[in-house]
């Protein structure tokens, strides 16, 4: 089974940058997408970006222009660039993972916290 | 667009709830639907893909359905049990990227 642990989380102050990454393990190696999906506290899920295999990358509106999305297939891990970083950033990151025809694999997340 | 599911649902142990995914435009069946559970502390797991598909170690307690009449996608629990309560998430596709529903309690009285 595929596993998806993420790391790179922590306290970071406003305007800071931090990556995250999001290694996978296991078989089947091919996938058609991955994605980062935020939980802000008492909050609902929210999909904050996506890489499909073919290397497109899409946003949501929240962090466009300040986080950037990608993956090193040598290493199979997906990253998330986070710059420009401001209190509402402040959430559980989770990775997934999907394959066409198959379910959606989820890590159990990385917490990152944007105080001072 | 919008996918749209009620805050909260109830049911007691052994009965069948159901939750709705209403997309506010476009066609339900244009995309997949897929549902997503949240146990308090943990991280999300997927219960239906590609609208109706059950993943592997998810009972057949659970089921996934489209209505074209009133847009909307659904995920029945039947034979409730203490272990099924949890958030549950609905997600679709916008083109190429994810909507997600705002979520639903589920509470198993």
């Known amino acids: 089974d595929v596993q998806l642990v993420e790391s790179g989380g922590t306290l970071i102050q406003p305007g800071g940058s931090l990556r995250l990454s999001c290694v996978a393990s296991g078989v089947p190696v091919t996938y058609n997408y991955m994605t980062w999906v935020r939980q802000a506290p008492g909050k609902g899920l929210e999909w904050v970006s996506i890489?499909?295999?073919?290397?497109?990358?899409y946003y949501a509106d929240s962090v466009k222009g300040r986080f950037t999305i990608s993956r090193d297939n040598s290493k199979r891990t997906l990253y998330l660039q986070m710059n420009s970083l401001r209190a509402d950033d402040t959430a559980i990151y989770f990775c997934t993972r999907g394959t066409y025809g198959d379910s959606v694999v989820w890590g159990k997340g990385t917490t990152v916290v944007v105080s001072s | 667009f919008m996918l749209t599911q009620p805050l909260s649902v109830s049911g007691s142990p052994g009965q069948t709830v159901t939750i709705s995914c209403t997309r506010s435009s476009g066609n339900i069946d244009s995309y997949y639907v897929y549902w997503y559970q949240q146990r308090p502390g943990s991280s999300p797991t997927t219960v239906i893909y590609e609208d109706r598909e059950r993943p592997s170690g998810v009972p057949d307690r659970f089921s996934g359905s489209i209505d074209r009449s009133s847009n909307s996608a659904s995920l029945t629990i039947s034979g409730l049990k203490t272990e099924d309560e949890a958030d549950y998430y609905c997600q679709s596709y916008h083109s190429s990227i994810w909507v997600l529903g705002g979520g639903t309690k589920l509470t198993v009285l």
């Open positions: 890489f499909y295999h073919g290397e497109t990358t």
